[in-house]
């Protein structure tokens, strides 16, 4: 049985529209008809709107292959995917046109001229690995990949029909989407149109609709910590979970204090993408006296540590059928037997997971993961010249230039537009030369020992 | 410093925003500057510019340039 199917079968599920107050319940929500009857590619930009969550849930319902974006994405940026991967259908309520493809009802643009993809039978949906930011890099999951691991976090999380639910993370992002399929197998009642935890309407709301649970990414959790979450009066709040990178320990501690004090229960868990989502969790019982870990696997995946390397791998039925980057990856779906996740941990002998480091280079800034390859190669791409990027605790990117009469403004701004963070995320630190190790390759180590000395 | 520069001043280092744009009616989420991450910048700003220490309705209420210049106002800074 698929996913959706699962789903529609819980006549307690309803969605509620925190902008006009109203509840639907499955039945109520709009169809959405495909004049393209062939099992297509679809580009869906969302938000959290109702009627995002709505056209999402009635895309799962199809046969189609669905892409997931941000609608927030800029113009330009749209443009490079949509003629990367010529969708036959396009879902984008910001745009009352798009060349090339007529609008069909509100928002689904349909391709004129339609294309003939080659899309494997098990692909279900594609997200793509770092959020809001710029890259034609998509995970390809399965259904399969989707309702196991849903149904993993519907067993171990307390979830309950009665919970009312903020989605207050993209749903286009893994750990998004992951609400949304884990809640509505269940039955909740799932909110849309949340507003963000720094806005006075979110807390209106919290009393008003009576939240169960709240979900966060670091940042959130910086950001809660920043509003005095834990000197709130919360009674609907049963629990609340955390995961897309690692939580201060001094916060970790401190929420599961606050969890302790008030009878709560705080879920620290961890993954990727290319496990659809959730990989392991910290069951409330243990934090305390496990500050840091990751945890155990979540039901039905099983780790298993690299000696040699100490790379985290991961098995399970959530695990990835590799990248796309063009169109010909669409018609392969290959699983590895072991997902190597590019984190290096280390297990205690009771078996709680701790992430140590990682092998691969990149930043995960307001959860956000950057490749700082990638991001190299964008920026010598646009500005013709190699800046070496390094992260710093991810919390800013350190670009180095060694010419020092260009703009530097200019490079800061460009890098927060194009990847949609706040300039005060880039620093950029000039060199007279880029010092390199022994094999000629830029010395990071050396870069970000000094950054971290100056 | 006049308090009302100081204030444009502080919202144009945590936003980014030109200081032709900090004005009365600029407003939370109004413009892509001023969202979620940045509002948090930009309260660390204010408690740094004004030696103020921000309470959680202080935060949340903020939504607007008006709105911070009453907020600070009610901690003694005066415009």
């Known amino acids: 049985m698929r996913l959706i199917d699962r789903i529609q079968l819980n006549e307690k599920l309803r969605l509620i529209d925190e902008v006009t107050g109203k509840s639907y319940a499955y039945k109520d929500l709009p169809n ?66 798009v060349s090339g493809y007529k609008l069909d009802g509100a928002s689904l643009h349909v391709k004129i001229i339609a294309s003939n993809l080659v899309l494997h039978e098990n ?46 993370l993209p749903i286009h992002y893994s750990y998004g989407l992951s609400i949304l399929t884990s809640n509505a197998l269940k039955g909740a009642t799932l909110l849309a149109g949340v507003q963000d935890v720094m806005s006075k309407g979110f807390w209106d709301n919290f009393q008003k609709y009576q939240y169960s649970t709240v979900a966060g990414v670091p940042y959130v959790y910086e950001m809660l910590d920043r509003i005095g979450f834990t000197k709130m009066q919360l009674p609907s709040l049963r629990y609340f979970t955390q995961a897309g990178g690692k939580l201060r320990d001094d916060l970790v501690s401190k929420y599961a204090d606050f969890a302790k004090e008030h ?49 985290l791998q991961y098995e399970g039925p959530n695990v990835y059928g590799g990248y796309a980057e063009c169109v010909k990856d669409l018609s392969t779906f290959e699983s590895p037997a072991l997902l190597c ?32 390859d990638e991001l190299e190669a964008a920026l010598s791409n646009r500005f013709g010249a190699f800046y070496p990027c390094l992260g710093w605790q991810d919390k800013v990117v350190l670009v180095y ?18 990847y949609k963070l706040h300039p005060t995320s880039f620093k950029l630190r000039t060199l007279d030369a880029i010092p390199l190790t022994a094999n000629g390759k830029p010395d990071y180590k050396f870069l970000l020992s000094d950054y971290e000395g100056r | 410093m006049e308090n009302n520069q100081k ?40 408690e740094e510019d004004f030696n103020v220490s921000l309470e959680t309705d202080d935060v949340i209420d903020m939504s607007s340039f008006a709105k911070a210049r009453e907020i600070l106002a009610k901690h003694g800074v005066s415009f």
């Open chain 1, 32 to 97: 959405v008809s495909w004049p393209i009857r062939e099992r297509s590619l679809l580009f869906c930009y969302l938000n959290n709107s109702i009627e995002s969550v709505s056209f999402l849930i009635k895309a799962f319902e199809s046969q189609h292959v669905l892409v997931l974006l941000s609608a927030t994405l800029t113009e330009n940026f749209k443009a490079v995917l949509e003629s990367t991967y010529t969708p036959n259908y396009i879902y984008d309520a910001s745009r009352s046109t």
């Open chain 1, 263 to 311: 009878g709560k229960l705080f879920y620290v868990m961890y993954g990727q993408t290319e496990a659809t989502a959730r990989m392991s969790y910290l069951h409330p019982d243990h934090l305390l006296s496990h500050i840091g870990s990751i945890g155990k696997p979540i039901p039905g995946g099983r780790f298993e540590l690299n000696e040699e390397t100490s790379e």
């Open chain 1, 341 to 372: 996740t590019g984190d290096l941990a280390k297990v205690d002998e009771q078996g709680f997971y701790y992430i140590t480091g990682r092998s691969k280079r990149f930043v995960k800034i307001f959860g956000n993961r950057i490749n700082l």
């Open chain 2, 7 to 46: 204030l444009i001043n502080s919202f144009q280092e945590a936003l980014g925003l030109d200081t032709s744009s900090i004005v009365d009616s600029l407003t939370y989420q109004s413009v892509p500057e001023w969202d979620s991450i940045s509002h948090m910048i930009l309260i660390s700003q204010l």
């Open chain 1, 401 to 418: 230039s060694t010419n020092t009469n260009e703009d530097h403004s200019q490079i800061v701004t460009w890098l927060s537009v194009e």
């Open chain 1, 123 to 168: 692909l279900q949906v594609l997200l793509s690995t770092s959020g809001t930011t710029g890259s034609p890099k998509f995970v390809k999951l399965s259904e399969n990949n989707l309702l196991a691991n849903a149904e993993s976090i519907a067993a171990y999380l307390p979830i309950l029909a009665a919970d009312k639910v903020p989605l207050n």
